[in-house]
């Protein structure tokens, strides 16, 4: 299996054949969790620490269910109640961490680059749960396992991202992910919620909704970031769901088998009209759920598995 990583902070640095790596070990994790008995010993001894310095249910929820399965110790560590409320710097807390000798480190922070600096200073895997805007790498994983099952493959897609692009470091990882994967990707937006320099990136950008979707096989709707927003972005949330909110007469211009995908939570009747998230036939959100646990546990999988490589070495004085 081809996954060379020692951490998963991004998804620039993958190449297409660890995302394919990483997609199908995820397939092999969906099998295990329909089952009755969803438990491997795969992480067996090793120990996961997850630290949220954002709230977080699902994602935080999404890791600590996957690293059980495994068979990880797992622990999450309350940031909000933490020593960084009192001051401490991201350095110290991860000497605190080195003392704890952790193997996985799954890691969420407001600040972009956060992540990366911790990386850098423990002697353990980590993994970036969201940093800012920077990057939310299993995010656009599961995202991507989710359309290969919908559609039977993951290239050569006509794939809409549509909504609050500028603040959204989902769309940024699937940005990268799917251009990767030599998809057709549109953007579609108010002006004031694209962010300077993504036509560089080789997407096509729309601010009318109804021309951007016509003929898209994947809806890829995503939340407004109002906590992200320091001004008036939009005018209004209901002229925003009238103008950029999906809604049946703007999914009828996709394709007609076109899916409709949502990182969540949804703002329903901003983003989303209700009846379209609840609908089975075009709606895959409810299968993002389940496939990020599956993908979550393929990371923290694979990921343990260089670890383990990388000690092996340095116990028996491999140079690498």
Same mark, same amino acid.
């Given at each position: ?14 190449a297409p054949d660890e995302i394919v790596s990483l997609l199908d070990l995820a397939e092999d994790y969906v099998a295990l969790n329909r ?61 605190t961490l080195n003392a704890m000798q952790p193997d996985l480190l799954v890691v969420r922070h407001p600040h972009s680059g956060a992540v ?24 656009? $994983?599961?995202?991507? /396992? ?40 549109? $953007? ?16 096509? $950008? ?95 999988? /694979? ?5 383990r490589a990388e000690r092996g070495r340095a116990a028996t004085g491999v140079m690498v």
């Amino acid at each position: 299996m081809s996954f060379r990583a020692r951490h998963l902070l991004g998804i620039d640095h993958l190449a297409p054949d660890e995302i394919v790596s990483l997609l199908d070990l995820a397939e092999d994790y969906v099998a295990l969790n329909r089952r009755t008995v969803k438990h491997s010993d795969v992480l067996a001894g090793m120990t996961q620490i997850n630290m949220f310095f954002e709230n977080s249910t699902r994602t935080q929820s999404s890791f600590e269910l996957a690293g059980l399965r495994l068979g990880a110790d797992v622990m999450n560590m309350s940031m909000q109640t933490s020593s960084v409320k009192k001051g401490e710097t991201l350095i110290d807390t991860a000497l605190t961490l080195n003392a704890m000798q952790p193997d996985l480190l799954v890691v969420r922070h407001p600040h972009s680059g956060a992540v990366n600096l911790l990386a850098e200073k423990v002697n353990c895997a980590v993994l970036n749960a969201g940093d800012g805007r920077h990057e939310h790498p299993t995010q656009a $994983l599961l995202d991507a /396992l989710t359309i290969r099952r919908a559609k039977g493959r993951l290239q050569r897609l006509t794939i809409a991202i549509c909504g609050d692009i500028a603040h959204s470091r989902v769309a940024r990882s699937n940005l990268i992910l799917l251009g990767k994967m030599e998809n057709r990707i549109r $953007l579609i937006g108010p002006a004031t919620l694209m962010p300077a320099g993504v036509a560089d990136m080789g997407v096509e $950008l729309y601010e009318d909704m109804h021309e951007g979707l016509k003929g898209a096989d994947v809806v890829m709707m995503l939340r407004l970031q109002k906590e992200r927003m320091d001004g008036g972005f939009i005018p209004s949330e209901r002229e925003y769901y009238h103008r950029w909110g999906l809604d049946a007469d703007k999914l009828a211009l996709a394709s007609d088998d076109a899916i409709v995908m949502h990182p969540g939570p949804m703002n329903r009747g901003v983003e989303i009209d209700g009846t379209i998230a609840d609908d089975i036939n075009r709606s895959v959100i409810q299968d993002q759920v389940e496939m990020g646990v599956a993908v979550r546990m393929a990371a923290l999988d /694979l990921l343990a598995r260089n670890l383990r490589a990388e000690r092996g070495r340095a116990a028996t004085g491999v140079m690498v």
